[in-house]
Protein backbone atom coordinates (compact mmCIF):
# COMPACT_ATOMS: atom_id res chain seq x y z
CA UNK A 1 0.00 0.00 0.00
CA UNK A 2 1.60 3.41 -1.08
CA UNK A 3 0.70 6.97 1.05
CA UNK A 4 1.12 10.14 -0.87
CA UNK A 5 3.76 12.78 0.30
CA UNK A 6 3.65 15.43 -1.96
CA UNK A 7 1.88 16.30 -5.25
CA UNK A 8 2.79 19.13 -7.64
CA UNK A 9 0.67 20.98 -10.58
CA UNK A 10 2.47 20.55 -13.82
CA UNK A 11 0.17 21.27 -16.39
CA UNK A 12 -3.18 20.21 -17.97
CA UNK A 13 -4.41 17.76 -15.69
CA UNK A 14 -1.17 16.52 -14.78
CA UNK A 15 0.43 15.98 -11.24
CA UNK A 16 3.85 15.06 -10.00
CA UNK A 17 3.05 12.62 -6.69
CA UNK A 18 5.88 11.46 -4.65
CA UNK A 19 5.59 8.51 -2.48
CA UNK A 20 6.25 7.25 0.76
CA UNK A 21 9.29 4.86 -0.82
CA UNK A 22 10.93 8.34 -2.27
CA UNK A 23 9.83 7.51 -5.98
CA UNK A 24 8.01 10.20 -8.34
CA UNK A 25 5.54 9.71 -10.44
CA UNK A 26 4.12 11.73 -13.36
CA UNK A 27 -0.18 10.90 -13.65
CA UNK A 28 -2.15 12.19 -16.04
CA UNK A 29 -5.93 12.42 -14.42
CA UNK A 30 -7.60 13.64 -17.50
CA UNK A 31 -9.06 9.99 -19.11
CA UNK A 32 -9.94 9.23 -15.25
CA UNK A 33 -12.51 12.24 -14.31
CA UNK A 34 -15.37 10.35 -15.13
CA UNK A 35 -18.60 10.08 -12.56
CA UNK A 36 -20.44 12.81 -10.15
CA UNK A 37 -17.79 13.38 -7.83
CA UNK A 38 -15.19 14.15 -10.67
CA UNK A 39 -16.96 16.77 -12.70
CA UNK A 40 -16.02 19.61 -10.88
CA UNK A 41 -12.39 18.47 -11.67
CA UNK A 42 -13.12 19.13 -15.27
CA UNK A 43 -12.26 22.60 -14.93
CA UNK A 44 -8.76 23.38 -14.36
CA UNK A 45 -9.22 26.13 -11.80
CA UNK A 46 -11.03 23.41 -9.44
CA UNK A 47 -8.63 20.80 -10.27
CA UNK A 48 -5.45 23.20 -9.82
CA UNK A 49 -7.25 23.68 -6.20
CA UNK A 50 -5.85 20.38 -4.93
CA UNK A 51 -4.08 19.28 -1.58
CA UNK A 52 -2.53 15.97 0.24
CA UNK A 53 -4.66 14.87 3.09
CA UNK A 54 -2.08 13.36 5.82
CA UNK A 55 -5.01 11.29 7.41
CA UNK A 56 -5.92 10.23 4.03
CA UNK A 57 -2.89 9.87 2.43
CA UNK A 58 -3.67 11.18 -1.01
CA UNK A 59 -4.52 13.76 -3.13
CA UNK A 60 -7.94 15.14 -2.20
CA UNK A 61 -10.51 18.15 -3.35
CA UNK A 62 -12.38 20.52 -1.27
CA UNK A 63 -15.54 18.94 -3.28
CA UNK A 64 -14.47 15.78 -1.31
CA UNK A 65 -13.10 13.70 -4.68
CA UNK A 66 -9.71 11.76 -3.52
CA UNK A 67 -8.29 9.21 -5.78
CA UNK A 68 -6.35 6.00 -3.76
CA UNK A 69 -2.52 6.40 -3.77
CA UNK A 70 -2.56 2.80 -5.01
CA UNK A 71 -3.94 3.85 -8.28
CA UNK A 72 -1.75 6.96 -8.70
CA UNK A 73 1.23 4.84 -7.93
CA UNK A 74 -0.01 2.56 -10.83
CA UNK A 75 -1.23 4.75 -13.53
CA UNK A 76 1.82 7.40 -13.29
CA UNK A 77 4.85 7.12 -15.08
CA UNK A 78 8.34 6.95 -13.12
CA UNK A 79 9.92 10.46 -12.66
CA UNK A 80 13.87 10.25 -12.20
CA UNK A 81 14.23 13.45 -9.15
CA UNK A 82 16.62 14.72 -11.22
CA UNK A 83 14.33 15.65 -14.26
CA UNK A 84 11.44 16.60 -12.12
CA UNK A 85 8.62 18.36 -14.28
CA UNK A 86 7.69 20.60 -12.03
CA UNK A 87 11.20 22.11 -11.51
CA UNK A 88 12.11 25.27 -13.10
CA UNK A 89 15.49 26.52 -14.87
CA UNK A 90 17.42 28.57 -13.56
CA UNK A 91 17.41 31.88 -16.01
CA UNK A 92 21.04 32.57 -17.02
CA UNK A 93 22.09 35.71 -18.04
CA UNK A 94 24.02 35.38 -21.42
CA UNK A 95 27.61 35.66 -21.93
CA UNK A 96 29.18 38.38 -23.49
CA UNK A 97 31.06 38.55 -26.56
Do not use: C, Q
Not at 26 to 44: A, C, N, Q, R, S
Amino acid sequence: MHFVKKADYVSDYRLVVTFEDGTARLVDLEPHLTGEIFEPLKDLGFFRRFRVDADLDTVVWENGADMSPDFLYEIGTPVPLSADPTRTATARKPSPR
